[in-house]
């Protein structure tokens, strides 16, 4: 799971720096905790008071606490403040591998698919897509595509997701790219979710907050399918409408069926 730790906090201040440009930021015990339970590898991580967190452990995540304990290397205060300026309440922090592209290719394209794949078509705020990481990882989607210029393990995503980055396939690709099966999109002109079926192998598109559907994903889609709406209110939130359309998709399913 996790990769050679220093337990001198000397040696642990001088790991993290060598890592921390190719590394993805864990920001706070419950980002730590998600991507622990979900296998990422994480060669670092301090904590200005160790004990504080193993406690937070016993409570919250006692199925952590061992790997919290043998992984945690406590350092000054001051020192982790330097490392990681926005530091969470929590007072802990990790660094760990990001997976390969290759194998999140791989998780997406692979068929049949038991759950779907949400797909953001340029979507632009950060805090945004971190919502929608941890949504999709709550529901068991096989993973979140962004399309455009947004970086899907930007830091402020990653801090949005909780950690859940690790628990389904994050990538960007192209329009043109997106994995096989029927595409669903998400537009205010499309008909009724309340009547329709979401199949397990469906590609879910939701438009950015300020544009909507780009004119290559509308060409691309298989079906345009809006949310219930009063009349007179323009949109949802963007982590609204995920969420609102992976719950119709799971409404779906057998009680306790898992992706």
Request: charged content about 20%; glycine content about 8%; proline content about 7%.
């Amino acid at each position: 799971m996790n990769g050679t730790r220093q337990s001198d906090p000397d040696d642990a201040v001088r790991a993290w720096r060598g890592l921390a440009d190719t590394s993805v930021l864990l920001d706070g015990f419950h980002a730590i905790k998600h991507a622990l339970r979900f296998e990422a590898l994480i060669p670092s991580a301090l904590t200005s008071d160790k004990a504080a967190v193993l406690t937070l452990a016993d409570e919250l995540a006692p199925d952590v606490k061992d790997a919290l304990d043998t992984l945690l290397v406590q350092v000054p205060d001051a020192t982790l403040r330097a490392l990681v300026p926005r530091l969470h309440p929590t007072g802990v922090a990790a660094l760990a591998v990001r997976p390969s592209r290759a194998a999140n290719l791989d998780a997406l394209a692979r068929m049949p698919r038991t759950a779907p794949v949400v797909v953001l078509d340029d979507p632009r705020n950060l805090g945004n897509a971190g919502a929608v990481i941890r949504l999709a990882a709550g529901f068991g989607a096989t993973g979140v595509v962004t399309t455009g210029t947004l970086d899907p393990w930007h830091p402020t995503v990653v801090r949005g997701g909780a950690g859940l980055h690790f628990a389904t396939a994050v990538e960007r690709m192209d329009v043109d790219e997106l994995p096989q099966g029927p595409v669903y999109a998400l537009d205010a002109e499309g008909v009724d979710i309340r009547g329709l079926k979401l199949p397990d192998d469906a590609v879910l598109a939701f438009g950015s907050e300020r544009s909507g559907l780009s004119a290559r994903l509308r060409e691309r889609a298989d079906h345009l399918v809006s949310l219930p709406m009063r009349p007179q209110v323009s949109s949802y939130n963007l982590a609204t409408s995920v969420g609102m359309t992976l719950f119709h998709w799971s409404a779906g399913r057998p009680p306790g069926a898992e992706a």
